[in-house]
């Protein structure tokens, strides 16, 4: 038998082990049963607009907040982190050590709680805010290592034209490297912003009121008032309409900087 049939044979197993799997679920699963526990319509539309306007509208805000706020320390700790000042070398490199090495939700907890217990600190917005402020952290700190590899990837023969013309370190910086290295760093950031949207989830732990929540916990307090797993399939699909159309953002990003390599 040659290679090319041996593999093509290879191939409809497990296209025909695939669909052998879809049948046996889709024959064994109690369909009415799945149904009222996830799939009342009553229910769902019992969720709009609130779940839109409320919930999905914070998870958005938060996230940009976030984003916003970590791309903001992620570039100051990049920069710090590749300066020839070891003082600031070793803080941006306990910073992003930390707070990548923290779980998100011990991060948001410590904020949250610990800081106004020990430095009496309260961050504006209050327990939302402390949660953001969270996230604000973890994403710099992510952001901080995405960054720096950017900025490392650009040639240096960029850096030493621009200093041959009679730049200063800090223009060069500014005007010709971080240009250079945003646009290397793009897809990597449009995932992080994914990850962001669904990190809102664990604001949770800071508590929330009713006109603060994201979409997890909206959809789990209506699913505790339901008594119905409903609410959370409703969440779940939008969350799959916000990021989906981001991932293939990335996808098609990515290929594009392939093609231009």
């Excluded at 803080?91 to 011990?106: D, H, M, W």
């Excluded at 590899?149 to 650009?154: K, W, Y």
């Amino acid at each position: 038998m040659r290679r090319s049939t041996r593999q093509r044979l290879v191939r409809l197993s497990f296209y025909a082990l695939f669909v052998a799997v879809v049948v046996l679920v889709a024959v064994s699963a109690d369909w009415e049963r799945l149904q009222r526990s996830f799939f009342r319509l009553d229910i769902a539309g019992e969720q709009f607009p609130d779940i839109v306007v409320i919930a999905a509208k914070n998870t958005v805000v938060y996230t940009a907040i976030a984003f916003v706020g970590g791309l903001v320390f992620g570039l100051v700790f990049a920069v710090m982190k590749l300066s020839p000042i070891a003082p600031y070398r070793w803080l941006a490199t306990v910073y992003i050590e930390v707070f990548r090495g923290l779980p998100a939700l011990l991060t948001i907890f410590a904020i949250a709680f610990i800081l106004p217990i020990a430095l009496g600190v309260r961050v504006p917005g209050g327990a939302v805010g402390a949660g953001v402020l969270g996230l604000v952290l973890v994403a710099g700190a992510y952001m901080a290592e995405t960054i720096r590899a950017g900025i490392q990837a650009v040639p240096k023969g960029q850096v030493e034209a621009a200093r041959s013309l009679g730049m200063s370190p800090s223009r060069t910086m500014v005007s010709i490297v971080l240009p250079q290295a945003f646009r290397l760093i793009i897809p990597p950031l449009t995932n992080e912003f994914v990850l962001l949207i669904k990190d809102t989830s664990l604001l949770y732990i800071a508590g929330t009121s009713v006109t603060t929540k994201e979409l997890t916990t909206f959809a789990r307090g209506e699913a505790s008032t339901s008594s119905n797993a409903t609410p959370l399939l409703v969440a779940g699909v939008l969350y799959l309409l916000i990021t989906v159309p981001l991932t293939r953002l990335v996808a098609w990003l990515e290929r594009r900087q392939a093609r231009a390599r």
